[in-house]
């Protein structure tokens, strides 16, 4: 493993913020979790010594999870040949990384959904701009040549899990801060701050730790809209989400978090080697990016 794998990440702030933070998390423990057959599968997956073997006895005992890897493995989404039938089969032809990312998504599909919480935001709203952010997260990827689609796409779908937490363990605050973004014209992140004392990059951040998630998607929970304070060895996923992000927004994809047009920091178009022209050709392809990753986790 290199030294920027295991550098730790920033602190999250001062004893006030992770009091904030560690209260919503000990309530959130009480209302929802991954399914016991997904923190398997991440545990599986993290030990060096897995086989293909050990997933394919998890991921058989669950038939729901089954035909959603099979879905997936079958989709467009990795254009593969053919109709793979098998789960040993799939898990061989895409990866054990890719098969966990899969099951993860698959049960944050569950946690996400919801109704109207307030006159300001509507839960399958956020639900929408997390799938259209994975949608563009994967283009972007696809751009830069890197060969982490399935890993991208995650990331981007779970960007805002801090959301979650306040959805579910502080509701009443919440409700409070699209209020106050209303009411003010800010963005989301400076509403947090200004109601609740913490935002969601902490929220996500900390309950990706809680739940052992990759280094790399608690990274890119908890710094999404600031990707350039970690270190450059491992940041590129997080300023990829980053820009996803607002240009999800741009796109008018679900709930909004950003005030305006896109107001890309330039360092990290720098850092990400994207062109202000690249950026408005992503605009103009998310849309049909969308539409097929919203059909992929239906």
Request: glycine share 6%; aromatic share 6%.
């Amino acid at each position: 493993m290199s030294q920027a794998a295991t550098k730790p990440l920033p602190a999250i702030g001062d004893e006030k913020r992770e009091s904030i933070v560690n209260v919503a998390l000990d309530e959130i423990s009480h209302i929802a979790t991954l399914p016991e057959v997904t923190m398997k599968i991440i545990e599986v997956v993290e030990d060096p010594s897995a086989t293909a073997q050990d997933l394919n006895e998890i991921i058989s005992n669950d038939p729901a999870l089954c035909a959603r890897v099979l879905k997936v493995v079958n989709s467009a989404f990795y254009g593969l040949p053919g109709q793979i039938a098998s789960i040993n089969r799939a898990i061989v032809l895409l990866g054990l990384n890719a098969v966990k990312n899969i099951a993860i998504a698959a049960s944050l599909a569950k946690l996400f959904r919801g109704g109207q919480i307030s006159e300001n935001f509507n839960a399958k709203d956020l639900w929408t701009h997390s799938i259209g952010t994975a949608a563009a997260v994967k283009l972007i990827a696809e751009k830069a040549g890197l060969n982490l689609l399935d890993e991208a796409f995650l990331a981007g779908l779970i960007h805002d899990l801090g959301v979650m937490i306040e959805m579910q363990a502080i509701r009443p605050k919440l409700i409070e801060t699209f209020d106050y973004m209303a009411e003010h014209k800010c963005c989301f992140l400076d509403a947090e701050e200004a109601v609740i004392g913490a935002n969601h990059q902490d929220f996500g951040r900390a309950l990706c730790e809680r739940w052992k998630f990759p280094r790399s998607i608690a990274m890119v929970t908890g710094f999404h809209h600031n990707p350039m304070v970690l270190d450059r060895e491992s940041r590129t996923l997080t300023a990829m989400v980053y820009v996803a992000d607002q240009i999800a927004d741009q796109c008018e994809l679900g709930f909004a978090k950003h005030a305006g047009d896109i107001d890309l920091d330039p360092a990290v178009l720098e850092d990400l080697k994207l062109t202000n022209s690249m950026i408005t050709e992503l605009v103009e392809q998310v849309p049909e990016a969308f539409e097929a990753a919203e059909q992929l986790l239906a």
